[in-house]
């Protein structure tokens, strides 16, 4: 009987762990409820929800109408990619979602696993097959593994062996397999907005029992400063209650009181269960006068909470989607006519660590697309800033970049350069073997003179108005198919070029109407 007994709880302990309890303290634990919970975790560890309703920020997917959402009510989970920034909560959802489905959890990182650790989580999860026992398999990173990595997946999700749950925030149409696409299903995740984030301030101080020592000011702009990262947000929560404790340890000044250790401390309440309601996060209840005005001394203000917590260092990947997007996202503001926006991009970029002469040389191919003839001083001073920076370096030739986008934002637009040599090339494919007329060819030998070349040409200075009117074409090429390669704007200088191209086609009409016929 004795034997029969463990027998079934070491049954009972496995099957546990495969439904991913073993992140509960115990199992006394996850008998009896909520863990309990440990100050000495991080803060964002001790939040992280333990249902999917708790999930902040991600409701079009989670929802009960939201494709995750029905896949979990219909008891049936396909393979996903979770695409997101960071701090959204791709690890979280994994979790929960192995959690309510019933599904083994077991999690892989790219960046410290290899196709042997992969295949030891193969057979583990084949084995719990024959059991009847599903597994969830989370990688993150999973961009990180290269192509023959990514393949070895293809097996066992293709025979249901894993669930896969990929966790990226990389563009998986740039950084996966397409036949590891194919079998999965992409959600896209979304940045944490403003009431997301003050959901979590909330629940951190519900967690606490007290309200954090900011002005009301300070709290908008801590949400701020997280920039959609809840993780990030909760470590800048750590360390204003770090802050907060190491002035609380200082001694008093004679005659100051004990003004920083009230309501605005920073000790947690007894088992942390106080709710989001009695977390007293209105500007009433924070006695916050006015922006950045405590009237608390105790409270730290918009000025100060640069000096306590650390800034978010900005999210950018000089080498994968947010490279392109953020240089697309300049290209066209430029080519919309903002500069403030352009600006706001360039700092961006330069922010996030971009090579400046990257910039500098989408300028000089943006001044010839997008402005051309209708500024043609646009391209000079691309050129010039792109020189500046390359003899001053940072921070001083970011200036000289700065000016040439402004430059370039401001300046009259015409793409009239980049059509026209589209449908000149088009031209050329379609009668590339037409020789050119024999009336403008060299003629350095006897025999070139001999075979006519040079023969016929007028020397366009000699003429009465510095225009010959020749027809500079091949002679196989009659006019009647030629197509007008570069139609001027009425933009900038492109006005006056118009101008002139009409006063030409003037004179070379009235040059054929006086050319007697043959």
């Given at each position: 009987m004795?034997?029969?007994?463990?027998?079934?709880?070491?049954?009972?302990?496995?099957?546990?762990?495969?439904?991913?309890?073993?992140?509960s303290?115990?199992?006394?634990?996850?008998?009896?409820?909520?863990?309990?919970?440990?100050?000495?975790r991080?803060?964002?560890?001790?939040?992280?929800?333990q249902?999917?309703?708790?999930v902040?920020?991600?409701?079009?997917l989670?929802?009960?109408?939201?494709?995750?959402?029905?896949?979990?009510?219909?008891?049936?989970?396909?393979?996903?990619?979770?695409?997101?920034?960071?701090?959204?909560?791709?690890?979280?959802?994994?979790?929960?979602?192995?959690?309510?489905?019933?599904?083994?959890?077991?999690?892989?990182?790219?960046?410290?696993?290899?196709?042997?650790?992969?295949?030891?989580?193969?057979?583990?999860?084949?084995?719990?097959?024959?059991?009847?026992?599903?597994?969830?398999?989370?990688?993150?990173?999973?961009?990180?593994?290269?192509?023959?990595?990514?393949?070895?997946?293809?097996?066992?999700?293709e025979?249901?062996?894993?669930?896969?749950?990929?966790?990226?925030?990389?563009?998986?149409?740039?950084?996966?397999n397409?036949a590891?696409?194919?079998?999965c299903?992409?959600?896209?995740?979304?940045?944490?907005?403003?009431?997301?984030?003050?959901?979590?301030?909330d629940?951190?101080?519900?967690?606490?029992?007290?309200?954090?020592?900011?002005?009301?000011a300070?709290?908008?702009?801590?949400?701020?400063?997280?920039?959609?990262?809840?993780?990030?947000?909760?470590?800048?929560?750590?360390?204003?209650?770090?802050?907060?404790?190491?002035?609380?340890?200082?001694?008093?000044?004679?005659?100051?009181?004990?003004?920083?250790?009230?309501?605005?401390?920073?000790?947690e309440?007894?088992?942390?269960?106080?709710?989001?309601?009695d977390?007293?996060?209105?500007?009433?209840?924070?006695?916050?006068?006015?922006?950045?005005?405590?009237?608390?001394?105790?409270?730290?203000?918009?000025?100060?909470?640069?000096?306590?917590?650390?800034?978010?260092?900005?999210w950018?990947?000089?080498?994968?989607?947010?490279?392109?997007?953020?240089i697309?996202?300049?290209?066209?503001?430029?080519?919309?006519?903002?500069?403030?926006?352009?600006?706001?991009?360039?700092?961006?970029?330069?922010?996030?660590?971009?090579?400046?002469?990257y910039?500098?040389?989408?300028?000089?191919?943006l001044?010839s697309?997008?402005?051309?003839?209708?500024?043609?001083?646009?391209?000079?001073?691309?050129?010039?800033?792109?020189?500046?920076?390359?003899r001053?370096?940072?921070?001083?030739?970011?200036?000289?970049?700065?000016?040439?986008?402004?430059?370039?934002?401001?300046?009259?637009?015409?793409?009239?350069?980049?059509?026209?040599?589209?449908?000149?090339?088009?031209?050329a494919?379609?009668?590339?073997?037409?020789a050119?007329?024999?009336?403008?060819?060299?003629?350095?030998?006897?025999?070139?003179?001999?075979?006519?070349?040079?023969?016929?040409?007028?020397?366009?200075?000699?003429?009465a108005?510095?225009?010959?009117?020749?027809?500079?074409?091949?002679?196989?090429?009659?006019?009647?198919?030629?197509?007008?390669?570069?139609?001027?704007?009425?933009?900038?200088?492109?006005?006056?070029?118009?101008?002139?191209?009409?006063?030409?086609?003037?004179?070379?009409?009235?040059?054929?109407?006086?050319?007697?016929?043959?």
């Amino acid at each position: 009987m004795l034997s029969r007994g463990r027998h079934r709880l070491s049954h009972t302990v496995r099957r546990l762990v495969c439904m991913g309890i073993q992140d509960s303290p115990s199992l006394f634990e996850a008998a009896q409820g909520a863990p309990v919970d440990d100050p000495t975790r991080p803060l964002a560890d001790r939040l992280r929800p333990q249902r999917l309703e708790e999930v902040v920020g991600q409701d079009h997917l989670l929802a009960p109408d939201a494709p995750l959402g029905r896949m979990i009510a219909a008891g049936r989970l396909p393979s996903i990619i979770l695409w997101g920034p960071p701090g959204c909560g791709k690890t979280t959802i994994a979790r929960l979602l192995a959690q309510r489905t019933g599904l083994g959890f077991e999690s892989v990182s790219a960046t410290f696993s290899g196709v042997a650790e992969l295949r030891k989580v193969f057979a583990t999860a084949a084995r719990q097959r024959e059991i009847g026992q599903g597994t969830l398999l989370f990688v993150d990173e999973i961009h990180r593994f290269n192509r023959a990595q990514q393949d070895s997946f293809l097996p066992y999700v293709e025979d249901g062996t894993v669930v896969l749950v990929g966790a990226t925030t990389e563009n998986p149409s740039f950084e996966l397999n397409g036949a590891l696409l194919s079998r999965c299903q992409v959600m896209v995740l979304r940045r944490l907005d403003q009431a997301a984030l003050s959901e979590l301030m909330d629940r951190a101080e519900a967690l606490i029992g007290r309200r954090l020592p900011l002005t009301e000011a300070a709290h908008s702009q801590l949400v701020a400063m997280a920039d959609g990262d809840g993780r990030y947000l909760l470590g800048m929560v750590e360390q204003v209650l770090s802050h907060a404790r190491g002035q609380m340890a200082r001694p008093a000044p004679p005659g100051t009181g004990d003004a920083g250790t009230g309501d605005a401390g920073t000790g947690e309440g007894a088992g942390g269960t106080a709710g989001p309601g009695d977390a007293g996060t209105g500007p009433a209840d924070r006695g916050d006068p006015g922006p950045g005005t405590p009237s608390d001394p105790g409270l730290i203000d918009a000025g100060d909470l640069a000096a306590v917590v650390a800034s978010r260092a900005p999210w950018y990947d000089k080498s994968g989607e947010e490279h392109y997007n953020l240089i697309s996202a300049l290209h066209k503001s430029i080519r919309g006519s903002d500069p403030q926006a352009a600006l706001y991009w360039l700092a961006r970029m330069l922010e996030g660590g971009e090579d400046p002469l990257y910039v500098a040389r989408r300028l000089v191919h943006l001044a010839s697309e997008d402005i051309g003839m209708a500024d043609p001083g646009a391209l000079q001073i691309a050129l010039a800033a792109w020189e500046a920076y390359e003899r001053l370096g940072s921070p001083e030739g970011e200036l000289a970049i700065a000016q040439a986008v402004i430059h370039l934002a401001t300046a009259p637009k015409s793409v009239a350069v980049y059509r026209g040599l589209t449908r000149a090339r088009a031209a050329a494919r379609a009668t590339g073997s037409l020789a050119p007329p024999a009336h403008i060819l060299n003629a350095p030998t006897r025999l070139m003179k001999e075979l006519g070349y040079g023969q016929g040409y007028q020397y366009d200075p000699d003429t009465a108005d510095g225009f010959s009117g020749a027809d500079y074409f091949p002679p196989g090429y009659p006019p009647e198919q030629r197509e007008c390669f570069y139609e001027p704007t009425g933009n900038g200088h492109e006005r006056r070029i118009a101008e002139r191209l009409a006063h030409w086609d003037s004179l070379r009409r009235s040059h054929e109407h006086d050319t007697p016929g043959p």
